[in-house]
């Protein structure tokens, strides 16, 4: 049985909040549905950066009630032939470009991929540059307040885009506090990692940020269940001079 609709719409882009593009994206979204309850969910996606935007967006899975509908704009591909796509997965509803943007989604099991038929939706395609108003933001506005059912948006499909980048331990990205997020998993390496090494440091794990007691960068496992490098009081990011990209190398304890 599906989730129905319960009128929360999240929003995820890269857009950023200097240019009017999230306001627009949210006010296509509430003439899909006027009453719906538009919450941002991330804006300040690093531009065009299809796997950050992921990995946020995957954040969010099981955080709101069932039937919310997440809108996700991470689309260097925008106006190409590339797909658009609705999956139902832990009881939401994404809406995306298929670019692998909802590749955190597709990991779970029982997730169902439907290849949206614009034309059978009816969105109105003004631009070829802004999908966020003209396709993504109304679909989710539409299915959010019942116009269209989800399996009624298109065709199932098997073979969504995924992410296949490199795997090797390496730095996400730098947060706003300065905290290097890894794509280290804690599932896999919980109770394993003595000490990491970034940028010529060996850094010790640790609980919790109060305990860089000496003003050093610690490693600890964080709320997205990742390695991170961090400093109290400090940005872990200025301290080391690294940011995206930069290796990590575990020390494992001994087996």
Not at 245 to 252: C, M, Y
Request: proline share 5%; hydrophobic share 45%.
């Amino acid at each position: 049985m599906l989730p129905p609709p319960n009128g929360v719409v999240t929003t995820l882009t890269d857009y950023g909040l200097d240019d009017p593009y999230v306001g627009i994206l949210k006010g296509a979204i509430l003439k899909g549905h006027r009453r719906a309850q538009v919450v941002d969910l991330c804006h300040a996606v690093p531009a065009q950066d299809v796997e950050v935007g992921a990995f946020f967006l995957a954040a969010a899975r099981g955080r709101f009630p069932d039937g919310t509908v997440h809108v996700a704009v991470v689309d260097p591909g925008v106006g190409t032939s590339r797909r658009v796509l609705a999956v139902l997965s832990g009881g939401s509803y994404w809406i995306g470009p298929d670019n692998g943007l909802l590749d955190g989604v597709l990991s779970d099991v029982g997730a169902e991929v439907l290849s949206v038929d614009l034309d059978a939706v009816g969105v109105q395609l003004e631009s070829r540059t802004f999908h966020g108003r003209d396709v993504f933001g109304p679909i989710g506005g539409f299915l959010a307040g019942g116009r269209f059912g989800f399996r009624a948006l298109g065709r199932r499909i098997a073979d969504p885009v995924r992410l296949h980048g490199d795997t090797t331990p390496r730095v996400l990205f730098a947060d706003r506090f300065g905290n290097l997020v890894t794509n280290v998993s804690q599932d896999a390496f919980e109770g394993r990692v003595a000490s990491v090494r970034i940028a010529g440091r060996s850094v010790g794990m640790v609980g919790t940020y109060a305990e860089s007691s000496d003003a050093s960068v610690v490693a600890l496992w964080n709320s997205y269940r990742t390695l991170e490098l961090a400093l109290a009081g400090g940005s872990a990011a200025a301290e080391l001079g690294v940011g995206r990209g930069e290796p990590v190398e575990l020390e494992l304890n001994p087996a």
